[in-house]
T-cell receptor, first 112, second 112 residues
Framework: EADIYQTPRYLVIGTGKKITLECSQT?????MYWYQQDPGMELHLIHY???????EKGDLSSESTVSRIRTEHFPLTLESARPSHTSQYLC???????????FGQGTRLTVV | GQQLNQSPQSMFIQEGEDVSMNCTSS?????WLWYKQDPGEGPVLLIA?????ELTSNGRLTAQFGITRKDSFLNISASIPSDVGIYFC????????????FGSGTKLNVKP
């Protein structure tokens, strides 16, 4: 069973608010990822990290930012939320040796 | 980024029937992963494949890593209502060991 946790599960906020989506894993994985997914659609990689102090932008351009100060923690921040940011955000992690990626339960974000 | 072609896009089957879905890529992959996603949840890893030609089972699920390393299929035998969900393939290629590329998903509906 995967030990990767995302909070909150659901979030409804007003336009212009700053938000941080939390992702933590207890597996000691070096690699972490953020995906954006609209309901029933494919996953788009928006950020990933090789390890502490490493962050890279993914294939889909995103106005969000990430940080990786600790191995287990990979938060995603939106400085000023807009309705176009409404989506599900999925965090995942994998180890260097084992390429299997494990996902959190996701955060469903709605910006009104 | 790389693209995976996953088919079929959706399936409507009767309980007890077998199901088959596949993914193809224009590039060679070192790893193929198959996930199932329930509505509002994160994808859950079903099967991981690491070698060309590898055939792996997980209960009623069987997946194979294609000989050319550019394709993979997933079979579900004797489907049951709880098999309903979206199935995603994911591949990890030669040139970038930090990204997984996802297919667009196969939405499975099972009629009791």
């Amino acid at each position: 069973e995967a030990d990767i946790y995302q909070t909150p599960r659901y979030l409804v906020i007003g336009t212009g608010k700053k938000i941080t989506l939390e992702c933590s894993q207890t597996m000691g994985h070096d690699k972490m990822y953020w995906y954006q997914q609209d309901p029933g659609m494919e996953l788009h990689l928006i950020h990933y990290s090789y390890g502490v102090n490493s962050t890279e932008k993914g294939d889909l351009s995103s106005e969000s930012t990430v940080s990786r100060i600790r191995t287990e923690h990979f938060p995603l921040t939106l400085e000023s939320a807009r309705p176009s940011h409404t989506s599900q955000y999925l965090c995942a992690s994998s180890s260097v040796l084992n390429t299997e990626a494990f996902f959190g339960q996701g955060t469903r974000l709605t910006v009104v | 980024g790389q693209q995976l072609n996953q088919s079929p896009q959706s399936m409507f089957i009767q309980e007890g029937e077998d199901v088959s879905m596949n993914c193809t890529s224009s590039s060679i992959f070192n790893t193929w992963l198959w996930y199932k996603q329930d509505p509002g949840e994160g994808p859950v890893l079903l099967i991981a494949l690491y070698k060309a030609g590898e055939l792996t089972s997980n209960g009623r699920l069987t997946a194979q890593f294609g000989i050319t390393r550019k394709d993979s299929f997933l079979n579900i035998s004797a489907s049951i209502p709880s098999d309903v969900g979206i199935y995603f393939c994911a591949g990890q290629g030669n040139n970038n060991f930090n990204k997984f590329y996802f297919g667009s998903g196969t939405k499975l509906n099972v009629k009791p």
